[in-house]
């Protein structure tokens, strides 16, 4: 297999890009770097199509070395021929691989393996064999052998036709019909009953094609199969099936008949079974691999909230009988101030705590109230909702989403960054600078227990890591990172950049002061010249030596970004370059890249950075609703029409807080008038969208809204 050209045409790309993208790979260049600041040799292929392409390139790789082995240990057994070398290297995913390897591969004792010892296996040919003709009880008979334990004809009969239905089983090309008919013909079914696993209610008495079965339902029902509330099967053409297989494998002679009921006991008894575990199998993988990509969408777009900057936050970490922590940080991220008040339960001192916040307000300054949404956040909105209205300054409150907060505040992380802090204390100073930085907190957390995903604990474990992972890299490395501010969890995400490398930039900066230059990163312990060309464009200076330090220009183009600047007109004392492209527009760039021995690309993203230096491309978005009152389940009516923002996005619809503690849901079919197959193509996690409320259940906690015609 050429595996440049298989990922072109899987990818629609040209097979240079393909070749030169692996290339770039196997010279150990992260995916962002690649994607930034190596577009002219990739043809500008994004981070996103990157990822897939190394996820592919992986799988081929590995695909070609299992073939390389199953070649190699046929071989070994002097069973391997031309037509199955060729069989094994045509095929195009593991499972054929493992079905051509299926005959030779060494098994366990099996009825086939116990007949085989008994002598059995010639009978099994002759059986086979089209011209034979005679008495089968007779050729049967010339089997018969008490020492090996085969006393009768029927003894004979019995282990031959073990042999023949193990053979038809392990025959790779019977079971790609098999399993493709099954695929397209399968229907899945389950059943339960009681109490006790009433979630899986729906599934109780539930059939659906298995070509058509969401992927979400796929994970439910695992998971309930898993808890041993629900018993699944799945049901094929078996009619079909087996007529294949008996114009297949059977032959029009003397033995017929029993070859053809060791045909039918082949699938009953070998394939079938087998079949239907592959078919499981796949549709789990399936739909947990659809389930990675919607996490991961949910997770980028999450990363990518906007930042609520130049603001005095008082985070509140809810909680009833331990009281409500709370944590006053400024600006800067620093933490003024912590403390405890209790508000939630009706025995609570309000009026007391009331008093300390609005101290709190006055003494710092607050401008925003960031409230977990987490046990208690109800009753804390309700409390923030009045203090509010008593605070001699502007005060508006965000609900936040507190995922992983308590996860951070009792990691080694959260203990090293708050040493005089209880896991409590961290947890209000975390839910606080979430609201002013988004990426810059919630890269503290392992990215698998922020909670924007389904069935997210019913998935590989492995591969969802590491597609979370590469999420956070791209995510930190398209905002950049400000270098004499960011902390070691956060530098550790950023390309070429290792925990330990991180950890060491940190310390430099604490012994040598504030970083003047990016190339002052060259002294930095075990940050040597390859690892400074893949971080060096994503880290920002903003009030260094050297102006383009503070911008996306990669250092490898500081003399290219020069020669256009003068070459544009603007002296060398000019500072803003905000009308660059508009200069741009009657610039002979041909040319210019022809001369400096540069790409179009390279240039046009080099006049994008000097335009907005310093540019963060999260200001683009929309900024979180932040509120100054509160409105309960209670005050909803139906038709009311509200602003909310989306919490997380899953198959079958969007969650959407609109501001009473309980978020909506809105189905798939009710985000919008025309046709959608999944809820992606409408709205994303950090959506501020307008809802109209078209149902509410005070008993089950249920909020039915519509984005259709508001």
Do not use: W
């Amino acid at each position: 297999m050429n595996i440049a050209e298989k990922l072109a045409a899987e990818l629609s790309i040209k097979i240079e890009q393909a070749e030169n993208t692996i290339k770039l790979i196997d010279e150990d260049n992260t995916i962002p770097f690649i994607a930034r600041y190596r577009k002219e040799v990739t043809g500008g292929l994004d981070d996103g199509i990157l990822r897939t392409f190394n996820d592919r390139l992986t799988y081929l790789r590995n695909l070609e070395a299992r073939k390389e082995e199953v070649i190699r240990l046929i071989d070994a057994q002097g069973k391997l021929t031309d037509e199955l070398a060729e069989k094994i290297n045509a095929a195009e995913i593991l499972r054929e691989v493992e079905d051509l390897y299926r005959p030779y591969k060494q098994k366990r004792r099996t009825r086939a393996t116990i007949a085989k010892e008994k002598g059995l296996e010639p009978l099994a040919e002759i059986m086979l064999n089209p011209e034979i003709q005679g008495s089968c009880d007779e050729i049967f008979a010339q089997f018969i052998n008490p020492e090996k334990e085969v006393l009768t004809i029927e003894d004979a009969a019995a282990g031959a036709m073990d042999i023949i239905a193990e053979n038809v089983s392990d025959n790779a090309d019977y079971r790609k019909k098999i399993y493709d008919i099954s695929l397209k013909t399968g229907i899945i079914t389950t059943s339960g009953e009681g109490e006790e696993g009433k979630v899986y209610e729906m599934y109780y008495e539930f059939s659906e094609s298995l070509s058509k079965i969401a992927n979400h339902r796929v994970l439910a029902i695992d998971r309930g199969e898993r808890e041993e509330f629900l018993k699944v099967r799945v049901d094929a053409d078996t009619e079909r099936i087996l007529a294949y297989l008996h114009e297949q494998a059977v032959v029009d002679n003397i033995f017929k008949n029993y070859v053809s009921d060791a045909v039918t006991d082949s699938y009953n008894r070998l394939i079938a079974p087998s079949i239907e575990r592959e078919l499981r199998s796949n549709l789990t993988e399936r739909a947990g691999e659809a389930a990675i990509v919607l996490f991961s969408k949910n997770l980028h777009n999450l990363l990518l909230q906007p930042p609520v900057r130049g603001k005095t936050v008082l985070g509140i970490d809810p909680g009833y009988r331990t009281g409500c922590k709370v944590a006053v940080v400024d600006e800067t991220g620093k933490v003024c101030d912590t403390g405890i008040i209790y508000c939630t339960l009706e025995h609570h001192d309000k009026v007391k705590s009331k008093q300390y916040v609005l101290s709190l307000i006055d003494k710092y300054e607050v401008d925003l109230i960031a409230i977990g949404n987490g046990t208690a956040s109800r009753e804390s909105e309700i409390f923030v909702a009045d203090v509010i209205k008593a605070a001699g300054r502007d005060v508006k409150y965000a609900i936040v989403n507190e995922a992983g907060a308590s996860v951070y505040s009792a990691s080694d992380l959260g203990a090293e960054e708050f040493p005089d802090f209880t896991v409590e204390q961290r947890s209000a100073a975390s839910i606080a600078r979430r609201i002013q930085d988004p990426l810059s907190e919630l890269v503290k957390i392992d990215p698998k227990s922020i909670g924007v995903g389904q069935y997210q604990h019913d998935m590989n474990q492995k591969r969802l890591g590491e597609s979370l992972g590469g999420v956070v890299e791209d995510c930190v490395n398209a905002v950049g990172v400000d270098l004499n501010t960011a902390g070691a969890a956060l530098l550790s995400y950023v390309s070429g950049i290792s925990g330990a490398v991180a950890k060491n930039i940190v310390k430099y900066r604490e012994e040598n002061g504030k970083f003047k230059k990016r190339s002052q990163l060259l002294k930095v312990g075990k940050l040597g010249p390859k690892a400074y060309v893949q971080c060096a464009g994503f880290l920002r200076i903003a009030d260094g030596d050297e102006m383009l330090d503070n911008t996306s220009v990669h250092p490898e183009s500081y003399e290219v970004a020069e020669k256009l600047i003068s070459s544009l007109g603007y002296g060398s004392k000019d500072e803003s370059f905000a009308d660059i492209k508009d200069r741009m527009k009657n610039f002979d760039l041909k040319s210019f890249c022809a001369g400096n021995n540069v790409g179009e690309p390279t240039v046009e993203d080099i006049a994008d950075s000097l335009a907005r230096p310093g540019r963060d491309i999260r200001e683009d978005l929309a900024s979180p609703v932040l509120s100054t009152d509160i409105m309960g389940m209670e005050d909803l009516k139906e038709g009311m029409i509200l602003t909310g923002t989306v919490r997380n996005v899953i198959d079958f619809g969007a969650f959407v807080d609109i501001g009473v503690h309980q978020d909506g849901l809105v189905h798939i079919s009710q985000l919008s008038d025309k046709y959608i197959k999944h809820p992606m193509e409408v709205v994303n996690v950090g959506d501020v969208v307008k809802v109209k409320v078209i149902g509410v259940d005070l008993n089950k906690k249920r909020i039915s809204l519509s984005m259709k015609e508001v």
